[in-house]
């Protein structure tokens, strides 16, 4: 097939030419190599989500020449890169006669002393500008500059701008145990996997329990957990752990009150109390069918009201101020948010009378809400401290049990559209649109995610400071960082509001800033980068994440070529690899076609079920031929799958075991024999998504006391370990 693109005359067009600048893609090739032009009414919509004008030929022709002026008035960009090790060149929008110069201020506040020069250039393409013209310099930034995040000085006569300077290695060295070898963990979602210690949902203390034993158990080295992003303080609860309210802070709801320093110096009245109201809870923790966050958190956030009222030591006290004053503007907002929801009830993005759109972070009835409950706001700003010690906690037992990597945090693609970030910084964030997926074969329909997209304008105008503050504060509770829909570091699938999930348009970012920034922070903190680039990933993509040393993600029933899976052992070594993922069912689910049955009775196809299914016999009948073929599965047991369900789902993992990907993943649904799926994308509450307790082939639950006891999963363990 030969690939259609764009013709001459469409991309001459002025509309076009204006998608080209701001980094609007206007056509685009869909996972079957099918190629699509974006309708002229969509990308309008797309631009006045970036704030451009283009609702006529006049205000297209206004906004080409604003943008250009706007590049052209500034003496430099507002953000720029350096590669460490690499002189860099740095484009300076000086006048004809102009010498512009230059300075560094480190990211600790001392001068930069090496010396940074100038080339004046040779004033050729000068751009008009009002009754002048301006030519472009180059300050050359030299390759020794140390890496982090510094502020470069620019002057031109009387004019001067600052820049953040983001000065990053090229690549994100590989631990030293993946150089050569590779390292194999878990897969879990934290909140199913409960002990008698829970509250109805597993918690941060039962995450302590689940590394410190998959290490002496089962010898992994690590543990990728559903994303742990801050949520709403109040119940209803949001299932969906990728549809947080904040992505800076970590979700409360997961602390253990028990395990709070302060819970053992309490009277015996208070104790008795908080003992009480776990007990209203014990039972959520034997339930098979449902995760009843709201019940939970009923109970438990009174339990830690009780203690936060218990006040803190002096030394404790001073921790928590210190907290307070390292986390400053962004606590203030999540901690303010919180109160309000609190006081005044959830925030209703469809209601513009509401105050989440009523009220903005400087209106007066923000500052007398916050002056009227101090306490309250205090107790979320001391939960979010609890939380985070209680999750760093968890890291370093981790590490201390001898864990390779530890954590590997699940980062969302983006918040909620009424969260505390969208409502603090609007200004971070594109106005009239979400973020989502074009169609795919596994969703037929298009996806959309209901997350406001960060505004590329935005990033590139504060220095990326709140992509900065994410990285950052992630891996502070974690040895490697998961990035779900990673794709979205080079371009993401706007939805204009109002319109389906498939009018919809590609809008580019800086990757390369983006995936600098991931660089620091990995080599701060000798971590690990994942990048979830499943589905319709352009080469330039997979290149780009290669040269800068970023894993991929690889699951076995998606590496097929024509009909016909792809033997482990010609897997890409830069991924993470897998059987599945979090959106299909577990491996025994899978091979009964229980995603067959799932979308048929949910009504998610575009096409009979009865082609559907026809499709997935083939998909399963070409996995076991593989399998077979490759000798991980004896060929008799397939005359009778359903006697032999589990040497086939440990076959699929010895094909995993066969993979030269640095890490291996084992999900630990399939571990105990759990068929159901945990998240049917495309559904809200027609499926009970996120709510799926950890069961085994029974259906009865698993309780974390008894989770490496189980047979099953020591069977697979030792796979994984051979």
Same mark, same amino acid.
């Given at each position: 097939?030969?690939?259609?693109?764009?013709?001459?005359?469409?991309?001459?067009?002025?509309?076009?030419?204006?998608?080209?600048?701001?980094?609007?893609?206007?056509?685009?090739?869909?996972?079957?190599?099918?190629?699509?032009?974006?309708?002229?009414?969509?990308?309008?919509?797309?631009?006045?989500?970036?704030?451009?004008?283009?609702?006529? /030929?006049?205000?297209?022709?206004?906004?080409?020449?604003?943008?250009?002026?706007?590049?052209?008035?500034?003496?430099?960009?507002?953000?720029?890169?350096?590669?460490?090790?690499?002189?860099?060149?740095?484009?300076?929008?000086?006048?004809?006669?102009?010498?512009?110069?230059?300075? !560094?201020?480190?990211?600790?506040?001392?001068?930069?002393?090496?010396?940074?020069?100038?080339?004046?250039?040779?004033?050729?393409?000068?751009?008009?500008?009002?009754?002048?013209?301006?030519?472009?310099?180059?300050?050359? !930034?030299?390759?020794?500059?140390?890496?982090?995040?510094?502020?470069?000085?620019?002057?031109?006569?009387?004019?001067?701008?600052?820049?953040?300077?983001?000065?990053?290695?090229?690549?994100?060295?590989?631990?030293?145990?993946?150089?050569?070898?590779?390292?194999?963990?878990?897969?879990?979602?934290?909140?199913?996997?409960?002990?008698?210690?829970?509250?109805?949902?597993?918690?941060?203390?039962?995450?302590?329990?689940?590394?410190?034993?998959?290490?002496?158990?089962?010898?992994?080295?690590?543990?990728?957990?559903?994303?742990?992003?801050?949520?709403?303080?109040?119940?209803?609860?949001?299932?969906?752990?990728?549809?947080?309210?904040?992505?800076?802070?970590?979700?409360?709801?997961?602390?253990?009150?028990?395990?709070?320093?302060?819970?053992?110096?309490?009277?015996?009245?208070?104790?008795?109390?908080?003992?009480?109201?776990?007990?209203?809870?014990?039972?959520?923790?034997?339930?098979?069918?449902?995760? /009843?966050?709201?019940?939970?958190?009923?109970?438990?956030?009174?339990?830690?009201?009780?203690?936060?009222?218990?006040?803190?030591?002096?030394?404790?006290?001073?921790?928590?101020?210190?907290?307070?004053?390292?986390?400053?503007?962004?606590?203030?907002?999540?901690?303010?948010?919180?109160?309000?929801?609190?006081?005044?009830? *959830?925030?209703?993005?469809?209601?513009?009378?509401?105050?989440?759109?009523?009220?903005?972070?400087?209106?007066?009835?923000?500052?007398?809400?916050?002056?009227?409950?101090?306490?309250?706001?205090?107790?979320?700003?001391?939960?979010?401290?609890?939380?985070?010690?209680?999750?760093?906690?968890?890291?370093?037992?981790?590490?201390?049990?001898?864990?390779?990597?530890?954590?590997?945090?699940?980062?969302?693609?983006?918040?909620?559209?009424?969260?505390?970030?969208?409502?603090?910084?609007?200004?971070?964030?594109?106005?009239?649109?979400?973020?989502?997926?074009?169609?795919?074969?596994?969703?037929?329909?298009?996806?959309?995610?209901?997350?406001?997209?960060?505004?590329?304008?935005?990033?590139?105008?504060?220095?990326?400071?709140?992509?900065?503050?994410?990285?950052?504060?992630?891996?502070?509770?974690?040895?490697?960082?998961?990035?779900?829909?990673?794709?979205?570091?080079?371009?993401?699938?706007?939805?204009?509001?109002?319109?389906?999930?498939?009018?919809?348009?590609?809008?580019?970012?800086?990757?390369?800033?983006?995936?600098? !920034?991931? *660089?620091?922070?990995?080599?701060?903190?000798?971590?690990?980068?994942?990048?979830?680039?499943?589905?319709?990933?352009?080469?330039?993509?997979?290149?780009?994440?290669?040269?800068?040393?970023?894993?991929?993600?690889?699951?076995?029933?998606?590496?097929?070529?024509?009909?016909?899976?792809?033997?482990?052992?010609?897997?890409?070594?830069?991924?993470?690899?897998?059987?599945?993922?979090?959106?299909?069912?577990?491996?025994?689910?899978?091979?009964?076609?229980?995603?067959?049955?799932?979308?048929?009775?949910?009504?998610?196809?575009?096409?009979?079920?009865?082609?559907?299914?026809?499709?997935?016999?083939?998909?399963?009948?070409?996995?076991?031929?593989?399998?077979?073929?490759?000798?991980?599965?004896?060929?008799?047991?397939?005359?009778?799958?359903?006697?032999?369900?589990?040497?086939?789902?440990?076959?699929?993992?010895?094909?995993?075991?066969?993979?030269?990907?640095?890490?291996?993943?084992?999900?630990?649904?399939?571990?105990?024999?759990?068929?159901?799926?945990?998240?049917?994308?495309?559904?809200?509450?027609?499926?009970?998504?996120?709510? !799926?307790?950890?069961?085994?082939?029974?259906?009865?639950?698993?309780?974390?006391?008894?989770?490496?006891?189980?047979?099953?999963?020591?069977?697979?363990?030792?796979?994984?370990?051979?």
């Amino acid at each position: 097939m030969t690939q259609k693109v764009e013709s001459e005359e469409r991309l001459a067009r002025p509309l076009i030419r204006l998608a080209r600048l701001v980094g609007v893609e206007t056509s685009y090739i869909g996972q079957t190599s099918d190629y699509h032009e974006i309708d002229d009414d969509v990308l309008v919509d797309v631009f006045g989500a970036l704030g451009v004008d283009a609702t006529s /030929d006049e205000a297209v022709a206004q906004s080409i020449t604003a943008i250009l002026d706007d590049r052209h008035r500034r003496l430099v960009t507002p953000t720029v890169l350096h590669t460490v090790g690499e002189q860099s060149e740095v484009p300076v929008n000086t006048g004809v006669l102009d010498v512009p110069t230059a300075s !560094i201020t480190l990211e600790n506040g001392e001068k930069y002393d090496g010396e940074v020069t100038i080339d004046a250039g040779d004033g050729s393409g000068a751009y008009p500008l009002g009754d002048a013209f301006v030519v472009t310099a180059s300050i050359l !930034i030299p390759a020794d500059l140390p890496m982090g995040y510094h502020t470069l000085h620019v002057t031109v006569g009387e004019r001067e701008q600052d820049a953040t300077l983001i000065s990053a290695p090229e690549r994100i060295e590989p631990l030293e145990p993946i150089k050569d070898g590779q390292l194999w963990g878990w897969m879990a979602q934290l909140y199913s996997i409960r002990s008698a210690g829970s509250w109805g949902v597993g918690d941060f203390a039962d995450l302590k329990t689940l590394l410190v034993e998959s290490k002496h158990r089962t010898g992994a080295d690590f543990l990728l957990v559903n994303p742990l992003h801050a949520a709403e303080p109040v119940s209803p609860l949001t299932p969906s752990p990728y549809l947080p309210v904040s992505r800076r802070f970590v979700n409360f709801t997961y602390i253990r009150p028990e395990g709070i320093e302060e819970y053992d110096a309490l009277d015996e009245e208070t104790r008795a109390q908080i003992t009480e109201l776990h007990n209203q809870t014990e039972a959520l923790n034997g339930d098979a069918q449902l995760i /009843d966050r709201d019940a939970m958190w009923r109970s438990k956030m009174r339990a830690l009201w009780l203690i936060f009222k218990a006040g803190l030591g002096a030394a404790r006290q001073a921790q928590f101020d210190q907290f307070k004053q390292a986390t400053g503007d962004e606590l203030e907002a999540y901690a303010t948010w919180c109160l309000c929801y609190d006081k005044w009830g *959830a925030p209703d993005d469809n209601d513009q009378g509401n105050w989440i759109h009523a009220l903005s972070k400087d209106s007066e009835a923000i500052a007398q809400v916050r002056a009227q409950f101090p306490d309250t706001l205090d107790f979320y700003r001391w939960l979010e401290w609890v939380a985070i010690g209680q999750l760093e906690d968890a890291q370093q037992a981790a590490k201390d049990a001898g864990m390779g990597i530890g954590i590997m945090s699940d980062m969302a693609v983006g918040v909620h559209p009424a969260g505390s970030e969208v409502w603090w910084d609007p200004e971070r964030f594109a106005k009239g649109a979400t973020v989502g997926a074009p169609p795919d074969y596994f969703n037929q329909q298009g996806q959309d995610w209901s997350q406001p997209p960060l505004s590329p304008l935005s990033l590139e105008s504060t220095g990326y400071q709140a992509y900065r503050s994410l990285v950052h504060g992630m891996f502070s509770q974690a040895g490697a960082v998961r990035i779900d829909h990673i794709l979205g570091l080079f371009r993401l699938w706007w939805i204009p509001q109002g319109r389906s999930a498939i009018q919809g348009a590609y809008v580019h970012y800086d990757s390369e800033t983006m995936i600098g !920034i991931l *660089a620091i922070e990995a080599a701060r903190a000798q971590g690990v980068i994942v990048g979830e680039d499943l589905g319709v990933v352009p080469k330039f993509v997979v290149d780009s994440l290669k040269r800068h040393g970023i894993l991929g993600c690889t699951v076995e029933w998606f590496a097929q070529k024509d009909g016909e899976f792809l033997p482990p052992d010609t897997w890409r070594r830069d991924a993470l690899a897998s059987v599945n993922t979090h959106d299909m069912p577990p491996a025994a689910g899978y091979l009964v076609y229980e995603h067959v049955e799932l979308r048929d009775r949910l009504h998610l196809l575009t096409e009979p079920v009865e082609d559907f299914k026809a499709g997935a016999v083939q998909e399963h009948n070409a996995m076991l031929a593989m399998l077979v073929d490759k000798g991980f599965l004896d060929p008799e047991l397939i005359t009778d799958e359903t006697e032999h369900t589990q040497q086939i789902v440990e076959a699929l993992y010895r094909g995993l075991k066969a993979a030269p990907s640095r890490l291996l993943a084992a999900s630990l649904t399939d571990a105990v024999g759990e068929r159901r799926t945990q998240n049917q994308p495309g559904t809200n509450n027609e499926y009970p998504n996120w709510r !799926i307790p950890l069961a085994d082939e029974n259906g009865d639950v698993v309780p974390l006391e008894a989770l490496f006891d189980n047979p099953r999963l020591q069977s697979l363990a030792a796979i994984m370990r051979a």
